[in-house]
């Protein structure tokens, strides 16, 4: 990479600001996958081995510039303070002259953890005076959050045109990681998209198609292209006005001759809850009202075979609301299936994908365990990535 990285500064005594991806799934209260914290601790080690002032942040959810309770970061100091074994302290800002007090008073190899950077409306603007706000606090600038390195936010990319920017270890590898798995992709080349996150990711496909020789849509991204080809979806999740785009990705595909595959049954139920009554129905039997929220088994067999006749996989987005067990077959099923294919090289792209193959114990027969969906995703397609450009040059 022609990015400097922590390896590249001199960081004894200096105040290091470092924006982590803590964006974890959380349940009442508690830490329910701490991937995203394990995989920031090397970074966060280094610098306090060096005797740098460790002032970290991080976005957790989706505030939109409110201060939300339920997702102060509190719990996650917590979790990084055990795993860490050291008193981990939390600001309930993320900047100011309270946050400044308490940078005053920390020891070199100190950690600090700012409060949710997504409560000021700012962060999500890359508005320059709470990039600069951010920048205030600290001598230099660390990225080593790859989970939101396709955000141009001011936590992101604005505080890196204010003070020295480098990269973090997880960022520097991750990077490599991906890009060594796709500069010359073994074929047949697999993409699995699914999750929740539909308007963010169904543009990727458009260039995805591009690169490889099977595509495969589950979760809740399915449902707009289920939709697309004339089903009905009841109230499954749903784009309106990305039905057009769907279908002509579908075109696309055949004239590339890409292998389009989309579920052929689904797990449907009748409200959005863990206790909803639910049966499997073929796709184009989605009862009025119900909502799909699992592939079916006919469908996971199929992306099954799929995945044991691929050389290379790439999947972001659990194939359905894996954290209640009735709609968890498809995602396990796809987990599982990657984990017996021992000649296929399996990359698994985000924080609640990366919680799925936790869940089910199979972590460690994947081949690489990526922070970042999204961002993975922006990368694959080849482009670049606005926490990565903003970082200073070798
Ligand atoms: N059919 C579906 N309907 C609604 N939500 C879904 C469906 N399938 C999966 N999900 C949800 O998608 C969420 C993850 O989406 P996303 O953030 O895009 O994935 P990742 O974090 O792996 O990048 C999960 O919390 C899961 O419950
Ligand atoms: O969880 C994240 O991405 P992911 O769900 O694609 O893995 C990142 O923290 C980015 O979060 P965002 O999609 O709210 O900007
Ligand atoms: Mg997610």
Known sequence: MNKKSVKDVELKGKRVFCRVDFNVPMEDGKVTDETRIRAAIPTITYLMDQGAKVILAS?????????VEELRLTPVAGRLSELLGKDVKKADEAYGDTVKAMIEEMEQGDVLLLENVRFYPGEEKNDSDLAKSFAELADIYVNDAFGAAHRAHASTEGIAHHIPAVSGLLMEKELDVLGKALSNPERPFTAIIGGAKVKDKIGVIENLLEKVDNLIIGGGLAYTFVKAKGYEIGNSLLEEDKIELAKSFMVKAEEKGVKFY?????????EFSQQANSKTVSIDEIPAEWMALDIGPKTAEIYSDVIQNSKLVIWNGPMGVFEWQKFAGGTRAVAESLAEANDTYSVIGGGDSAAAVEKFHLADRMSHISTGGGASLEFMEGKTLPGVVALNDK
């Open 59 to 67: 976005h957790l959810g989706r505030p939109k510039g409110k201060v």
């Open 262 to 270: 989309m579920p052929v049954d689904a797990v449907v139920a009748e």
